[in-house]
């Protein structure tokens, strides 16, 4: 490359360009050169260094400097990056960074220096050392104490300069933020401090440096304290830290610096979030006995207060594993973690967390999971693809237990993104994992309790109403209340030698007893009916029966025979039967003592003949007692008028009629258990459906 | 459940005993309470015990169970036990059952 092409370059670069000769005359000035120093070329070239840039104070030891090089060959300036005051044409001065090169020519030596206006970042420096003289000196006298003080606080303390640097930090900030000294710290871009870490508010959304208390105090807004979460990403550190910024303002109260006192309220926040999380579960887990369900909406709290994703088992007693649950904080990531929990379920690897737990009974606390460990427990490449897929960084499997017995597991993972579980973690587990059991446990026996309610309730009911002669029936029977409680109303059919007998009653109480009770009296009267079949007779029968158990049972009961045409009806305290003509409706019969309560007893017969087409009906006093709105019964009047509406249609019409009716009036829910039976004499034999629809139109009806 | 309709217990102290007015709904829901008030009035070992059923507007099988312990309890213990008989629709409940004739009911409450 030529001097003139090099020249060239040297006078369009970005730094002032000067060189010198022996006698210290200007020989070269680049273009940067004119606009740093406000000199023109012309102007400057054949001047003396000297008296060009250096301020008159520094002249003297210039040239001696240049004196010096000239006999000996060495100088202090030679290549060596120096930090220097400069003045400009009109004598102001101003710092510059200089390096100087000497060179060796035939005529002499010759000088060429870079030089660098640095006026911004010393001016910064200075204002960061006016701020720090200005705070030590605010802590004069005492400030070597008060400096152990602030350093010996738990809480970091920074201080941001207006250019949002941090210009001081105490040793618990210096430490947070990994930082060797307040120099090491002033000098880092303070974006760059951020870097390592996700940092989001309460609510999940993302934090950035503008939204830092500080930075806003010094944008002049008046920001309120703010409660972060902070994640190193490097080794997945959580912490929960409290920021909290105040004005350091000059002598005219302009703002000069923010303090920022970061309290770490980790500890806190994590008990607050799982005590919440505690009562929600706990509430969650008490309101529905659908256990699947409820350990979903379990799953669903855990994500992402506690993990990034939640999986609960349950194991079956042959061992077989079912997930019923997996929330994900990603939505998009829950395939994922279903599709991993689906992976080969028969083939759970022993070291995988899974595998550990049921291996060893204990909870497993994976704090880092490395990649060795997913090679280990991968079945095959595309499972270990989905484990790395999972982008997994810490996890926990803790056993559901009830009472010694391992019924599923509890699974909790954070991602990359998140944080080390820890054994404070493990142990929150524990309480979530007990509690879920204990739902589950509940929930299963509470089936378990409705389908031996379920057993016993059909056992005190006729399996199937019986073919009356003569004779077309229908019943209902609705229980109030729970599922796993057997209700106290009861009704039965049975022939006794060519007449029928049915009984329809009502024991006081609920549950095993009344199902004692109900079977009792059942009984007594199938006993009974063999020897005489007159309801009064049997009614009978039931009292002294009730009378003879020890304690007080009670019953009302209705028995009606029929043969034929002929009905005879006694009522031991149970509401009268209906009797739907052609022409109205009526109770007939006598009121009759309730059984198993008095000593003073009497049950009138009454028997009369049924004309084809008339039915009766009998009920339990949950027909009546239907409660609707404004606390009003269904009652007498109105169960009267609704069978005289209904009394020309079929048994099974009639039923639906009468359950439309009571479940248009409820109000609320069924408060008593409820038991109808209606019985209409055919107009000649019944004949069967299909038989009649054999028969075709025309015939039967 | 059933809702839990209101039973309000007034209880006066007569020269001959204790006296519970009841007005309202005696239930399943409502009877443990009228228990716990009979138990107190009861405590004291009085000679007599009136119960006014003349403001009871309903009845159900919890409730009629409930007089009829108390009438064999009154036999066994020695107190005089009268019921003042209600109004025709709770009246019926204990027609239907006949418990009118085996319980001790009177017309009004007793003179002081």
């Avoid at chain 1, 000088?111 to 050392?129: M, N």
């Avoid at chain 1, 703002?255 to 929600?280: C, G, H, N, P």
């Avoid at chain 1, 029928?500 to 109480?509: E, H, P, Q, R």
């Amino acid at each position: 490359m030529d001097l003139a092409y090099a020249r060239k370059i040297l006078n369009v670069a970005h730094t002032a360009f000067i060189s010198m000769d022996e006698q210290g005359r200007i020989t070269y000035w680049n273009i940067r050169a004119e606009e740093t120093f406000g000199l023109s070329r012309e102007q400057a070239v054949g001047r003396t260094l000297a008296e060009t840039i250096i301020p008159e104070r520094d002249r003297e030891s210039h040239r001696e400097g240049l004196r010096r090089f000239l006999q000996t060959g060495e100088g202090r300036v030679i290549d060596t990056r120096l930090e220097l005051t400069a003045i400009r044409a009109d004598g102001s001065e101003f710092p510059v960074e200089l390096i100087v090169s000497a060179l060796r020519e035939e005529d002499g030596w010759t000088f060429h220096g870079f030089v660098a206006d640095i006026s911004e970042r010393v001016a910064s420096e200075r204002e960061r050392q006016r701020l720090l003289d200005e705070l030590e000196r605010a802590l004069s006298g005492s400030e070597q104490r008060l400096r152990t003080i602030v350093d010996s606080l738990a809480e970091a303390i920074t201080i941001r300069g207006r250019d949002n640097r941090l210009i001081y930090a105490n040793r618990a900030a210096l430490e947070r933020l990994d930082m060797r000294s307040v120099e090491e710290l002033a000098a880092a871009d303070p974006q760059a401090l951020m870097g390592p870490y996700t940092t989001v508010d309460e609510d999940g959304r993302e934090i950035g440096m503008e939204d830092l208390p500080s930075v806003r105090l010094l944008r002049g807004e008046s920001p309120e304290p703010l409660l972060m979460r902070t994640t190193d990403r490097r080794d997945g550190d959580e912490r929960w830290v409290l920021l909290k910024a105040a004005a350091v303002r000059d002598a005219a109260g302009e703002i000069e610096a923010a303090v920022t006192i970061i309290e770490d309220v980790t500890d806190a926040k994590r008990m607050q979030l799982r005590s919440e999380f505690l009562a929600e579960a706990g509430a969650t887990l008490a309101s529905s006995l659908d256990y699947q369900q409820t350990l979903r909406n379990v799953a669903g709290l855990a994500v992402p207060q506690l993990a990034d994703w939640c999986a609960v088992d349950l194991f079956d007693a042959d061992g077989t594993r079912e997930t019923v649950a997996v929330a994900h904080v990603d939505p998009a990531s829950v395939e994922l973690a279903s599709r991993l929990r689906a992976y080969q379920p028969g083939q759970v690897h022993p070291d995988s967390g899974l595998g550990t737990m049921l291996r060893t009974g204990e909870p497993a606390l994976f704090t880092e999971i490395s990649d060795a460990l997913l090679q280990r427990i991968a079945v095959d490449e595309e499972h270990l693809g989905l484990l790395r897929a999972a982008r997994m960084r810490s996890a926990i499997v803790v056993p559901m237990t009830v009472r010694g017995r391992t019924i599923g597991a509890l699974t909790l993972v954070s991602t990359q993104a998140g944080r080390s579980f820890d054994e404070s973690d493990l142990d929150f587990a524990r309480q979530i994992a007990e509690r879920a059991a204990l739902a589950v446990e509940s929930a299963r026996l509470y089936s378990e309790r409705s389908e031996i309610a379920r057993t016993l309730q059909n056992s005190l009911l006729p399996e199937a109403l019986p073919e009356l002669p003569d004779w077309e029936v229908a019943a209902l029977y609705r229980p109030a209340g729970h599922e796993s409680e057997v209700g106290g109303d009861f009704y039965d059919f049975w022939d006794a030698g060519g007449e029928w007998l049915m009984m329809i009653g009502d024991v006081t109480g609920k549950g095993v007893r009344a199902a004692t009770v109900t079977s009792l009296v059942r009984h007594t009267a199938w006993t009974a009916s063999e020897f005489d079949t007159r309801p009064a007779h049997l009614l009978e029968r039931v009292n002294s029966a009730l009378r003879r158990r020890p304690g007080l049972s009670v019953c009302t009961a209705l028995c009606l025979r029929v043969s034929g045409g002929r009905a005879t009806v006694a009522s031991g305290g149970h509401p009268l039967l209906w009797r739907l003509g052609r022409d109205g409706v009526q109770e007939v019969g006598m009121h009759g003592t309730l059984l198993g309560a008095f000593s003073r007893v009497e049950w009138p017969e009454e028997s009369f003949e049924l004309e084809p087409g008339e039915t009766l009906v009998a009920i339990t006093d949950g027909v009546t007692d239907t409660v609707g709105g404004e606390d009003e019964r269904f009652g007498t009047t109105r169960l009267q008028e609704l069978l005289s509406d209904v009394r020309l249609e079929s048994p099974a019409a009639i039923r639906e009629r009468v359950i439309a009716a009571l479940e248009q009036f409820q109000v609320g829910a069924q408060a008593d258990d409820t038991a109808l039976v209606v019985m209409r004499r055919c107009a000649e034999p019944a004949l069967s459906d299909e038989l009649r629809a054999l028969a075709g139109p025309g015939v039967g009806a | 459940m059933a809702v839990s309709r209101p039973l309000e217990l007034e209880r006066h102290e007569d020269a001959g005993g204790p006296r519970i007015a009841l007005r309202g709904e005696l239930d399943i829901a409502t009877a443990p309470r009228l228990q716990e008030a009979i138990d107190a009035a009861l405590a004291a070992a009085p000679a007599r015990l009136v119960l006014d059923l003349r403001e009871l507007s309903f009845l159900d099988s919890s409730g009629l169970r409930l007089f009829i312990v108390l009438a064999g309890r009154a036999e066994r213990e020695g107190f005089q036990l009268a019921l003042v008989r209600p109004a025709p629709p709770t009246l019926s409940v204990f027609r239907i059952t006949r418990a009118e004739e085996n319980l001790p009911f009177v017309d009004e409450p007793p003179s002081p």
